[in-house]
T-cell receptor
């Protein structure tokens, strides 16, 4: 079974631009969560989607948004990019939402904001 | 929000030695997970723990879910060069626990000297 895939793997943008990242979950998984990883803050939860609905949201500004499609694929968008948005963005999928299902991570998208 | 204290921050050990790392929390978790991350990749799940007191092994890895539900440890026996990487603990709070998504520790960077 294929794992979680994320595209693109690397991205360079400039301040003020916006960016869209894509995540395809493991086949059969319906929940997708997004995380931001930086050297200073570590791994931080962004949001979780299940059945095309956002279930949970972390403590990030409204510039960070996401959506999930009927095939469970998910996208996250960051508008008006700031230098501090440079990070590895990780997507994780699980069978369903909630505390009991284990999340499996993709390789991430490395975003650099210049 | 919830905080996970993971220690040690880094370990320099000789090949063949045993390794021990742990995570503690100020509040309880329903699930404890241990991940390993290598450069340029997303975290890979090593062990998942779902019940207080549970002790689970995966090859040379052993992890335990603390009785108080506020801590967990990971042991690696007879370390080998491919064990190098960053190990993260992660906890999933109970429903309504006030935190969203997985909460991650800052990681333990394992370096093995031949």
């Amino acid at each position: 079974k294929a794992g979680v895939t994320q595209t693109p793997r690397y991205l360079i943008k400039t301040r003020g631009q916006q960016v869209t990242l894509s995540c395809s979950p493991i086949s059969g998984h319906r929940s997708v969560s997004w995380y931001q990883q930086t050297p200073g803050q570590g791994l931080q939860f962004l949001f979780e989607y299940f059945s095309e609905t956002q279930r949970n949201k972390g403590n990030f500004p409204g510039r960070f948004s996401g959506r999930q499609f009927s095939n469970s694929r998910s996208e996250m968008n960051v508008s008006t990019l700031e230098l501090g948005d440079s990070a590895l963005y990780l997507c994780a999928s699980s069978l369903s939402a909630g505390a009991t299902d284990t999340q499996y991570f993709g390789p991430g998208t490395r975003l650099t904001v210049l | 929000g919830q905080q996970l204290n993971q220690s040690p921050q880094s370990m320099f050990i000789q090949e063949g030695e045993d390794v021990s790392m742990n995570c503690t929390s100020s509040s309880i978790f329903n699930t404890w997970l241990w991940y390993k991350q290598e450069p340029g990749e997303g975290p890979v799940l090593l062990i998942a723990l779902y019940k207080a007191g549970e002790l689970t092994s995966n090859g040379r890895l052993t992890a335990q879910f603390g009785i108080t539900r506020k801590d967990s440890f990971l042991n690696i026996s007879a370390s080998i060069p491919s064990d190098v990487g960053i190990y993260f603990c992660a906890g999933q709070p109970p429903p309504g626990g006030g935190a969203d998504g997985l909460t991650f520790g800052k990681g333990t960077h394992l370096i093995i000297q031949p």
